[in-house]
């Protein structure tokens, strides 16, 4: 029989333990997963790594989730999570031996460490669950073909969907706030080469250096995850979040003012063909341009 050493609610203002840095690490961690089942891994292993923990259960009963990881053992502490109204499930965390208070100190940390990242991560997979897969363009028709060329420097131009309703509906300083914030978690998400830069009241500008269109692709695809993702409050719209983007490399362009004509004319296709969509400059499309 297992014993339950805790069972309590537990919420974000429960991370003590861990100093500043230690602490900023693990969460710019966490906040880079926002599949829920990649960040429940995530949130294992590190339970393994500092505190012996031998598997984590996490259910979600509004989400119709159950995620198992590792193995259970004789001693357990099960939590309720909440962040402010919001209720994010049920964690238990088995332990092969009963856990000291500073021992479950530790893993209640680290929990409360993630609880940003769980609470976008589960707005996602509700946003999923409610709306139907937006669609992507692919590259090209053979995406085979795309995945052998050669790396180049490539540009993400990304757009928010009803940018100008937003700032209709909720003025320029918020709407700028939220342009801000966009800005900060796709830089936090990316690689430490890739540059992201703000370059009018609605665009952002994604450099990838020595990167293919495949590559640019999924790097399209991560943010648009992590846009929809986001959990912004003080707007009077409660729209879900969404982007379009078009994507250009230097290949098909001649200088650096081409590349960005050509993001420009994929980001206009993008946007005809609907919210958060992804649209790639290629030959065929710089034709219909014309």
């Known amino acids: 029989m297992m014993a339950t050493d805790k069972k309590q609610a537990l919420t974000m ?41 031998h598997g984590v259960t996490y259910d979600n009963a509004a989400l119709e989730l159950e995620c198992r990881l590792g193995r259970t053992a004789h001693h357990n502490a099960e939590y309720n999570l909440e962040y402010g109204k919001d209720q994010l499930g049920s964690l238990t965390i088995f332990y092969p ?20 990242a769980l609470r976008n991560a589960v707005t996602l997979l509700q946003a999923r ?17 795309l995945s052998r060329e050669e790396k180049a420097d490539t540009l993400v131009l990304m757009a928010l969907d009803g940018y ?26 990316l690689r430490q080469a890739d540059g992201v830069y703000q370059i009018s009241d609605e ?12 590559q640019a692709n999924q790097v399209a695809e991560k943010v648009r995850i ?15 979040l969404s982007a379009c983007m078009g ?25 005809r063909d609907g ?12 034709e219909t341009s014309e």
């Open 164 to 189: 100008s309703q937003l700032v209709k509906q909720s003025g320029d300083e918020w709407a700028q706030i939220l342009m801000t914030s966009v800005h900060t978690h796709v830089k936090e998400g």
């Open 97 to 116: 031996r009963r856990q000291t208070e500073p021992e479950l100190q530790t893993g209640e940390d680290l929990v409360a460490l993630m609880f940003t």
């Open 203 to 214: 665009l952002i500008a994604i450099l990838l250096p020595n990167t293919t269109l495949t």
């Open 13 to 53: 203002a429960s991370a003590v333990h861990f100093d500043d840095r230690t602490a900023l690490h693990l969460t710019q961690a966490f906040n880079q997963e926002t599949d829920l089942p990649a960040l429940l891994a995530l949130l294992f292993s590190q339970l393994q790594a500092l505190c012996g923990a």
């Open 226 to 240: 992590l846009v929809a993702s986001l959990h912004l409050t003080g707007a009077s719209t409660e729209e879900q």
């Open 129 to 145: 669950q409610a709306e139907p897969a937006p669609q992507t363009i692919p590259a090209t028709p053979d995406i085979d073909e």
């Open 247 to 271: 994507i250009a490399d230097a290949k098909l362009a001649k200088t650096a003012e081409d590349v960005m004509a050509h993001a420009k004319i994929a980001l206009a296709q993008a946007k």
């Open 275 to 286: 919210r958060s969509t992804i649209c790639v400059y290629t030959e065929v499309l710089a």
